[in-house]
């Protein structure tokens, strides 16, 4: 394969060109690069090297102006704005830069296509005039009407203004410097009369390039090359040929010399692959494969391009290309927001947006943990970060501030206050903190730069981005917070890229589609090719309608259209080899159905086309159910056990999922703790348990009065607080749903004592037993001919109008069905059903055991959320239909309740019996 650089330079060594004298004009640098090699390597004598230039560095020389950046150029807008618009109008830099960015690319594009802007503005005012009149039947405007048609006769002035501010720096967007440029052609070519102009590989021009191109053309020693095929060229409807068709019909030039260059690489015979793959990360796995497979082969990578049509997938497509390629050139950037350091930035702006004096504890602990700020609290002892994290979750600090971080730490005092002392609104202030926080991770990385070295790219990169901020909040004055100063930051880090080092004339050659511009090569692989991205469709970011441009011939998505079709077809031109890859999963965010491109090349018929689908590996997982042996020392584990005590609570774990009893009593693997930000049912419940046991411990012994019970009722709100206070520790109940939860866990704690008061003023006596009463007893088996031990908490035993009651407290709603049995054998199969029967059960075994009552006792539940049921008594009936229920718990129930204890015991302790996860409802 020839490629159009080389026919070029080729065809100037036929005429005998001096390539010293010659002023080559290219669309991209990257272009200039090849350009350059290949004339090293066609000529075989020693010459000073041609002047190379992309065609916007050419503009910027001829106009003797210099491009602004972006951030710049808001600002000076924004000063014109100023200016130009009464202060009753004027709106904050936050909500101007969101709508100017819009207007500067309006300026843009009438400037580089030489429209007469004043005749545009008043047009498009007129137009906007016209709606009004239209849609508003009032003949009195409104004030917001006014407005808005002043805004749009305000537009011509504002450019005007714009334009005079940056002329007398000399300085300006690409539209005005092209505007300039094109004023300024007829001068610059009578003062290099000596100069040879070259262009190479253009294709759609603006007018302004239109005319700088036919001045020299037709003044000068000049010539183009056009990089097009006879198939696009004559075909009067194909998109690849519009812009050049136009030219060679329009240019005057063109009348008197001949139109050259057109040839017919696309009808040559090529391999052409088109496939479907799901998603776009699908696409770039399956260009890792494609890449082996090319290797395999013997392709020369050298001579490959990978086009990516969504930039975005530079990150996984490094990721995704195989370790035997070990030469690889990239030619975009990683854009500065897809940086793993960027998202430091986001959360520091994110926590101090609003200026608060207290933090809220995931973004603390989520900056705290951060992988690029956790190596600064680094010391001897170990790593702070962890400890202060560990800190803010214990102690269940929901909202943090700086003062309990500095409390909670025992040093890096200067990383916590550059991290989370308040910026107060100020930007300087926030500036300030970010290059302070740079240069700490600059030295902290210098110490090991070999390892550190992608690290310390990312850093320079984001001084650059924060010293720009710096010099733009002190040339001008209106970033005014932080907000406005976010806003900035954004618009900048997504123009910023990563630029990576490399080759570029060797190995696998990685770059964008406008990148590829003027270049070939044999083989080519081009993914993202879906509507939306390729081309790019619609868009409607400009100010601009339609209509209006097509009258004042500005361009429109058409023509962007074109132009992707044209560097789509010329990469197609010379290649050999084509895989084409589009996403098959639809999706109107990021992509559409497979794009038009692909259609046109099937209907074209020109070439066959290979078409698949393809669909990653997925082995078929089949989900098992975990088991575990009961090794020697697992069995240890379980003695261990069983001397500390079984209690109810293990036990019933251990019948819902044996899988989990073994990860929590055997493994002691506790349930991760975060900071309750809301009150927990478990919290509410131990509030609740600990405010009655403190209401009813003094009267152990004793009956309960009503005096009593009046008393208790005065102290609800003293007592529950108190719990509420060491339970939640240092969160917050003074508002929101903590202090709704505050008021049920009072409300519960009053139903329960208006119910007791009811009970004793209808004549019924309460007497207390015992509450919270410890009981640990000791059972032998003569199965596993072992001693084990049980324990366990009952949360109240009284004597009912003589009769002894086992009461368990629940603060959730239990029916009075989940008390009651019908067969003993169910008691260890259905934990839903029977876990509360097992606890009360076992509850009065232990009494029994332990002498602290005398058979017949009766045991059951009190729910506070089913108070009207009162005291649920356990029973046993003889059908689940059966309305005959015997509610006392005698010598009997506990021998039949200790056949199924210790046939449940002996199973823990089985060696043939794993423990076996359980398929949860």
């Known amino acids: 394969m020839v490629s159009f650089i080389q026919e070029v330079i080729d065809d100037l060594q036929l005429k005998h060109s001096n390539f010293s004298k010659i002023t080559f004009i290219l669309p991209s640098k990257r272009a200039g690069l090849f350009l350059r090699n290949a004339i090293a390597q066609s000529i075989n004598q020693t010459i000073f090297a041609p002047e190379i230039h992309a065609i916007e560095e050419f503009v910027e020389v001829v106009s003797d102006f210099s491009y602004t950046t972006n951030s710049e150029l808001l600002f000076e807008f924004y000063d014109v704005y100023l200016k130009q618009t009464p202060k009753a109008n004027i709106e904050s830099f936050d909500k101007f830069s969101k709508w100017a960015q819009i207007i500067i690319q309006d300026f843009n594009e009438i400037d580089r296509y030489l429209i007469e802007p004043n005749h545009v503005f008043d047009y498009l005012a007129a137009i906007k005039a016209i709606e009004n009149q239209h849609w ?64 190479v590989g253009f294709n759609a021009l603006n007018s302004a390039e239109e005319l700088i191109f036919k001045e020299l053309l037709e003044n000068a020693s000049a010539d183009i090359y056009w990089d097009v095929d006879q198939s696009f060229l004559e075909n009067p409807i194909h998109d690849a040929g519009l812009f050049t068709r136009n030219h060679k019909a329009k240019w005057p030039y063109f009348n008197n010399h001949d139109f050259n260059w057109i040839k017919s690489h696309y009808s040559e015979e090529k391999h052409i692959e088109v496939i479907g793959a799901a998603k776009q990360i699908g696409q770039i796995k399956y260009v890792g494969e494609l890449l082996q497979q090319l290797q395999a082969e013997d392709t020369n990578l050298k001579n490959t391009a990978l086009i990516l049509g969504d930039e975005s997938l530079l990150l996984p497509l490094l990721n995704s290309i195989p370790e035997t390629i070990d030469k690889v050139n990239v030619t975009m950037g990683l854009p500065l927001h897809l940086t793993p350091m960027s998202s430091l930035f986001e959360e520091l702006f994110r926590i101090h947006k609003k200026s608060p004096l207290l933090y809220y504890y995931k973004d603390v602990i989520s900056l705290l943990a951060h992988p690029f700020i956790k190596p600064l609290f680094d010391t001897l002892e170990g790593n702070l970060s962890e400890t202060l994290i560990t800190a803010i979750k214990t102690k269940n600090i929901a909202n943090v501030s700086l003062e309990q971080l500095q409390k909670l730490s025992t040093s890096s005092p200067e990383v916590l206050q550059l991290l989370f002392n308040s910026w107060s609104d100020q930007p300087d202030l926030a500036i300030s903190a970010c290059q302070k926080i740079i240069l700490l991770l600059k030295t902290k990385f210098d110490s090991n730069k070999s390892a550190n070295a992608l690290p310390l790219e990312y850093l320079y990169k984001f001084h650059t981005i924060f010293n720009e901020l710096s010099h733009l909040n002190n040339s001008f004055e209106h970033i005014t917070s932080i907000q ?243 339970e939640y520790k240092e969160g917050d109940i003074s508002k929101g749903k903590n202090l709704i939860i505050f008021e049920i866990a009072k409300r519960y704690v009053l139903n329960f004592l208006k119910l007791e008061l009811s009970d004793i003023k209808q004549g019924n006596t309460i007497k207390i037993l015992a509450v919270e009463a410890e009981n640990k007893v000791t059972i032998y088996l003569d199965s596993i001919q072992k001693s084990v031990t049980l324990r366990g908490k009952v949360d109240r035993v009284d004597q009912y109008n003589g009769m002894t009651r086992i009461i368990d407290y629940k603060t959730g709603r239990v029916d009075p069905g989940k008390v009651e049995i019908t067969t003993w054998d169910d008691l260890l199969t259905d934990y839903t059903k029977y876990s509360k029967s097992f606890q009360v059960l076992m509850y009065a075994y232990m009494m029994a055991k332990s002498k602290q009552i005398e058979l017949p006792v009766q045991a059951g539940i009190i729910s506070f959320k089913n108070l009207n049921q009162g005291f649920m008594k356990f029973a046993t009936k003889p059908s689940s239909n059966s309305r005959t229920k015997n509610q006392l718990i005698d010598e009997e129930t506990l021998i039949a309740f200790e056949t199924q204890l210790k046939q449940l015991i002996t199973e823990i302790y089985n060696p043939s019996i794993d423990f076996t996860e359980k398929k949860l409802k």
Do not use: C
């Not at 002035?157 to 007398?168: E, I, Q, T």
């Not at 290979?610 to 997925?618: C, G, L, R």
């Open 136 to 199: 508003s039947q009032d003949e009195q405007q409104t004030p917001y009407i006014k407005n808005y048609l002043l805004f749009w006769n305000r537009l011509k002035h504002y450019y005007k203004a714009l334009n005079d501010a940056l002329k007398a720096k000399q300085k300006g967007y690409q539209g005005l410097v092209y505007r300039e440029a094109a004023s300024n052609i007829k001068a610059y070519n009578a003062a290099n009369q000596d100069k040879t102009y070259v262009f």
């Open 484 to 726: 406005s100063l976010y806003a900035l930051y954004r618009e900048l880090i997504k123009k910023e890229t990563l630029d990576f080092r490399g080759e570029p004339l060797e190995g696998l050659q990685i770059m964008g589609m406008l990148e590829s511009r003027v270049l070939d090569y044999e083989t080519i692989i081009i993914t993202s090719v879906n509507e939306g991205i390729l081309p790019a469709g619609k868009s409607h970011n400009s100010f601009i309608p339609f209509d209006v441009k097509l009258e004042n011939k500005l361009p429109t998505y058409k023509e962007k259209d074109a132009v992707y079709t044209y560097h789509f077809y010329r990469l197609l031109q010379r290649a050999k080899h084509v895989y084409i890859i589009y996403n098959t999963e639809a999706d109107v965010l990021s992509g559409g159905e497979k794009s038009r491109f692909i259609t046109q090349l099937e209907i074209e018929g020109t070439h066959k086309l290979k078409q698949s689908i393809v669909a990653p590996n997925v082995p078929a997982i089949m989900q098992q159910l975990q088991k575990i042996k009961k090794t020697p020392l697992v069995i240890e584990a379980i003695d261990s056990l069983s001397k500390k005590g079984f209690s109810p609570s293990s036990l019933t774990n251990y019948i819902r999922n044996p899988i989990d009893f073994y990860y929590d009593k055997i493994l002691g693997i506790t349930q991760y703790k975060d900071v309750e930000e809301s009150i927990a049912l478990n919290t509410l419940g131990t509030v609740i348990h600990n405010t009655l046991e403190d209401f009813y411990k003094p009267y152990i012994g004793k009956l309960i009065t009503e005096e009593s019970i009046l008393s208790m009722k005065s102290n609800i709100n003293k007592t529950v607080l108190k719990h509420f206070k060491i």
